[in-house]
């Protein structure tokens, strides 16, 4: 904020105990803030499991003091507490996590733009609350559009929560030792955009020779070009993140993949394709994905082992279905939490070495 100093934090809580009150008040808490035995008329919030919830700031609104902001190591125990408590609980619906922890992440990111903090320790809240954020949209399934979450919000807050990273980043105050991965993040989460390419290709050459962000730029070039082949082998051997990052590319991808080999061997008299060798091309997640995808555009079977390319029956309606992506994101967590991976505390690496230039 020009022309201000900014004040330092000191509230030491998640959500600030005058917060607490008023929501009690209201009645506002989410059954998440809780405390134990308390879901009666009168509920009451724990100050454990309370969250500050995001409020805009309005035009003519007096800033929070100080005791109502949460300094770096409070937000940074927040995120942590969101992905190792909320984002887990298996009591909730994947939609009610996503939107109770998109709010929370995002009054996070509004704490430390209302306050004097380093660059360097606002940067780790930062790329934890932006992993921690991909990692509960990915996780959500089909049907997120008529749940309690809007999908476009949480795009738009995955895109806020990489500008205020990217900014932190920009000011050159560091060190960042995840910058790389969290640059290849950006570029994989809007792939294929001119835009995100540009901005990544006017990093210094230093940064784009890290392995992270080498791969993402070799799976943006396979996703422009069409490789499908090249695309798939690549994200099979993305890190847990980088896989969450770019989760929304993936069932267009396969549906690119299908019209292309429609169009080459579909003929009069049909030409029988084996499921197993779409499973292996498109990194699905057994057959039953294979067939799934073919019926959705049209193309029939053959047999419970074959899908069969006739011409004329190609087809697309809707948006495409991104499938379970069991293979391609959930199995590599590799027995870690998701606590863990935000955190950096289990090195968060690709699961195989990128190949060679096909």
Request: proline residues 8%; glycine residues 8%; aromatic residues 4%.
């Amino acid at each position: 904020m020009p022309g201000c100093e900014l004040p330092v934090a000191t509230c030491p809580d998640m959500c600030p105990a005058a917060e607490r009150a008023q929501r009690e008040k209201e009645r506002r808490l989410h059954r998440f803030e809780v405390a134990p035995g308390c879901l009666g008329d009168r509920p009451r919030a724990d100050p454990q499991r309370a969250v500050k919830e995001y409020s805009r700031p309005a035009a003519g609104k007096p800033r929070p003091p100080p005791n109502q902001l949460r300094p770096p190591r409070v937000l940074l125990a927040a995120v942590r507490y969101l992905a190792g408590e909320v984002a887990e609980r298996p009591d909730a619906s994947r939609a009610e996590v996503a939107s109770f922890v998109a709010d929370r992440l995002r009054a996070v990111r509004l704490d430390l733009a209302l306050q004097s903090a380093g660059d360097a320790e606002a940067a780790v809240v930062l790329e934890a609350a932006l992993a921690t954020l991909l990692a509960v949209v990915a996780r959500l399934g089909p049907g997120t559009a008529r749940g309690p979450v809007d999908p476009g919000l949480l795009q738009a807050q995955v895109q806020e929560g990489f500008g205020s990273l990217r900014r932190c980043y920009a000011r050159g105050a560091g060190p960042h030792p995840r910058q790389a991965a969290f640059q290849g993040l950006f570029l994989l989460y809007n792939l294929g955009s001119v835009e995100a390419l540009h901005e990544v290709l006017q990093l210094p050459a230093t940064l784009r020779a890290c392995p992270p962000l080498r791969t993402a730029l070799a799976v943006d070039a396979a996703f422009r070009e069409g490789n499908t082949a090249r695309l798939f082998r690549l994200l099979r051997t993305l890190s847990y993140l980088a896989s969450c990052a770019v989760h929304g590319h993936v069932a267009h991808a396969r549906r690119g993949a299908l019209a292309r080999l429609a169009r080459a061997l579909s003929t009069p008299k049909g030409q029988t394709l084996p499921l197993d060798f779409l499973v292996h091309l498109l990194a699905l997640d057994g057959p039953k994905e294979a067939r799934d995808l073919c019926q959705a555009h049209g193309l029939p079977l053959d047999g419970e082992e074959g899908v069969m390319f006739l011409r004329g029956l190609y087809r697309e309606e809707g948006l495409p279905h991104a499938g379970t992506c069991n293979l391609l994101v959930d199995s590599k967590l590799r027995g870690r939490t998701l606590e863990e991976v935000v955190m950096a505390e289990e090195e968060d690496e690709v699961v195989d070495r990128p190949e060679s230039q096909a």
